[in-house]
């Protein structure tokens, strides 16, 4: 499994075997994979889609990477932390009208050295236009610039290098997992090559995300996959109290799970299962992407109590 350390930085894969009511009544296996970093804002799908960024950054002997993200964003978070610890600078176009440096995910950004331009919502929409990256291209030339959520071709090819198939107990059925823009799931489906089923579970409301998916997949490699929608609620990063109790039932068990993400994805997965769309007998392999340091932004906001940010932080556990 993918394992190496780079100076301060160790990453390790680790499995996680899930006990749940649903999978004995439909005699399922579930496996829950993590990719664990000691800066944490790199665990999950984080430090794998920004690694490529790196390279090809030095490569082109860039000062750093620039790129989009909103005030909670784990995508930036990860930025900063992986610049931070190449000795690289970072800089947000960031999603915002003013700059809050109580809010801890940009608090975390600034502690990293990352500076921010702020756009406002109209000029945030044009983050994927030609034209748009074009002048701010022009503006920074010591920059990398990187999509949004990393989802470039350079971020699907770090994603590709994960092992979701093989579980402990052997190879999984179905692979599981989250998506937002698209460029975590295009890894994975790449990396199976179409021999096992992959489920992309959206958690935006996004009729461009089956396309943009589509268009960073190799080719041949375009049949055994699905995206299902509609487990999103009212929508991306909106939960409500069944999804915290969920996450709250899944940390008693040391799953610890953020409402947006792997949270909401794999409250789905077990609403497919309660549903009969999952095959009886199945392994399943399920991708935890990280993105724990959201919690801290919900408790911020006051969406989440300080005991759901403990708890489901696995805070409480120390
Ligand atoms: C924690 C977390 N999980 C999953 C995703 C979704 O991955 P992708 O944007 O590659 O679809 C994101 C967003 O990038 C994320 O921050």
Known sequence: MLSSTNSTLTISGRWQKIRHPLLLQHQQELWVFHLDTTLPQLSGNKWLKL???IILAQK??????????GAFSNHLAAVAAMCKHHNMQSLAFLRADNLDLDNPTLALCKQQGMDFTLLDRQQYRQRAEVEFIQHI???????????E????????????????????????????SPSA???TVAGIINATKDVTRVLAIAVVKDDSLKQRITSLLHHNHNHNWQLITGYCGAGYARFDEPLLQFCRQMAKQ?????PIYSGK????????????????????????????????????RGLITAADYALLSGLEAY
Do not use: C, W
Request: zero cysteines.
């Open 51 to 53: 690694k490529y960024h």
């Open 60 to 69: 082109m002997q860039k000062s750093g990477i620039a790129t989009f993200g």
């Open 137 to 147: 291209q022009q503006q920074y030339p010591s920059m990398l610039l990187v999509p």
């Open 149 to 176: 959520g990393g989802s470039s071709i350079e971020g699907v090819r770090g994603v590709t290098e994960l092992d979701l198939l093989n579980t402990p107990a052997g190879p999984a059925n179905v692979i599981i």
């Open 181 to 183: 823009s698209g460029g």
């Open 254 to 258: 040391q799953l610890y799970l953020e």
């Open 265 to 300: 994805a794999l409250a789905a997965l077990f609403s497919l299962i309660a549903a009969g769309q999952i095959p009886r007998r199945a392994r399943l392999s399920f991708f935890h992407t990280g993105g724990l340091q959201g919690l801290a932004g919900l408790h911020y």
